[in-house]
């Protein structure tokens, strides 16, 4: 059966792992909160049941909330909304109406003219809250990188050598980076010390390369690794170390690397070297890194369609999927068109976000559970055609996959043609389901001008 649900999100802001029902608790250590539904009494725990808690909202009263990847405390956003709503008896004031047809999956019939209601930043009140949200959250993370700061009890064994370090965790990370060259930051620039250890920790213990996430058969061939491959630091691609960052809370929506983009290309134009910057923000234990790469949206992260590893390139993605899944990209998607590929990489998403086999649809309580499912039965193969060539799938089940944008048109010819026709395929689609967060706003932008 068919879930339709609103577009996901690989992991950003806040930096938190992609949630995908995963066996680990790397990155998942928030407790979990019971969030009500704006407008029904049902509730929903989340971190873990965030995007269904959107797609009940979408699909059952057609509301959407803008940006909601920006919201600094999602469950405090909702909960203030939803007793907004009761207190006024009526939630449309707050909401920009639009119209849309849209059709029953379960019964076909079509709604004309369906109202679709927008909570945005169009309303004072809800700017207000966001801005509101924001600065508790800043002022929460500084007051919490104070109380480590001043820490003078702090202990912990090396993760190296078996020396017992303190009393600070300052001292801490600056023995990891003067006596074995692993660099996680400069202290004044990190929070939750803790937890950012605990996760290091954790990858050294289970023979995994920090940077690359890659296993190894022993602790001497990982050291090694690491120190040929200059690895000993975590990458820079990968969002789910964002969180110990202060820099990712400053401004919502804005990395640290999207911030750097911006002061690189101001330093450009005023023709300056931005060398005394270029001290203050990029000496994070980075000398081995090559930063040229910020200049170039391809380089944005690939993550891996079957696990969670992202990569910052595209042959490196492919490789990754031919030695460690077995699964050759390349060659099974040798015959297939553009719109053939982004179909099929949107069903294997799809797929693998629900923990669903992609050969027999097997459903498994998570990703670990999945894929070795996938690779005892030899799943992790082509599947069939009709699974995945279906009109939906044009739609990504994320919005920011930039796997979808690597991929090549073989038959670059024929591109004219085939739009016509993928574009009538996605007319038809989006009459027969709900439109997501962001062609919402689209169209709701256009009214408002």
């Excluded at 391809?298 to 077995?326: D, R, T, Y």
Aim: charged residues 30%.
């Amino acid at each position: 059966q068919n879930i339709m649900f609103g577009p996901l999100m690989f992991p950003a802001g806040e930096g938190s792992s992609v949630h995908h029902n995963n066996c680990s608790n790397l990155g998942d250590d928030e407790d979990l909160e019971s969030v009500p539904c704006l407008m029904c009494t049902k509730e929903f725990l989340f971190p873990d049941e965030k995007e269904v808690c959107l797609s009940h909202l979408l699909q059952e009263h057609f509301i959407v909330i803008s940006d909601v990847h920006l919201i600094a405390d999602l469950p405090r956003y909702i909960k203030f909304w939803k007793g907004r709503f009761e207190s006024s008896g009526n939630f449309k004031q707050y909401c920009t109406t639009l119209l849309a047809d849209a059709k029953d999956k379960l019964t076909g019939v079509v709604h004309e003219k369906q109202e679709f209601y927008l909570l945005s930043e169009a309303e004072v009140t809800d700017r207000e809250l966001r801005e509101k949200l924001q600065k508790e959250r800043l002022e929460s993370v500084l007051e919490q990188q104070r109380i480590e700061r001043e820490d003078m009890a702090f202990t912990h064994e090396c993760l190296y050598c078996r020396q017992t370090l303190g009393p600070t965790r300052s001292d801490f990370l600056t023995h990891l980076s003067s006596q074995h060259n692993l660099q996680l930051g400069k202290p004044s620039n990190l929070v939750y010390v803790d937890k950012l250890i605990e996760t290091i920790e954790q990858k050294l213990n289970n023979l995994q390369c920090i940077y690359c996430e890659k296993f190894f058969k022993d602790r001497n061939v990982l050291k090694e690794h690491m120190r040929k491959k200059a690895h000993k630091r975590v990458n820079p691609n990968n969002e789910m170390y964002d969180k110990f960052y202060i820099i990712n809370y400053i401004e919502p929506g804005k990395s640290w690397k999207e911030r750097e983009k911006l002061r690189r290309k101001k330093t450009s134009h005023s023709g300056s070297t931005g060398e005394d910057e270029d001290d203050d923000d990029d000496s994070e234990g980075e000398d081995n890194g090559d930063w040229s790469d910020w200049e170039d949206d391809i380089q944005q992260p690939i993550v891996c369609l079957f696990c969670e590893l992202s990569l910052s390139g595209w042959a490196a993605v492919l490789s990754h999927m031919k030695n460690q899944h077995l699964f050759n990209y390349e060659e099974h998607t040798l015959a297939l068109d553009f719109y053939e590929q982004v179909k099929l990489v949107n069903y294997i998403r799809r797929q693998v976000y629900r923990n669903h086999c992609i050969i027999c649809d097997g459903e498994f309580s998570c990703r670990n559970e999945l894929l070795k499912h996938m690779v005892a039965e030899k799943h992790i193969d082509m599947p069939q055609r009709s699974l995945w060539n279906q009109p939906e799938f044009y739609f990504p089940t994320y919005e920011n996959d930039a796997f979808l944008c690597q991929i090549d048109d073989k038959k670059e010819e024929e591109e004219n043609s085939e739009i016509s026709g993928a574009l009538d395929e996605i007319n038809v689609l989006r009459d027969s389901a709900l439109p997501g967060d962001h062609q919402l706003q689209k169209e709701c932008s256009k009214d408002m001008l």
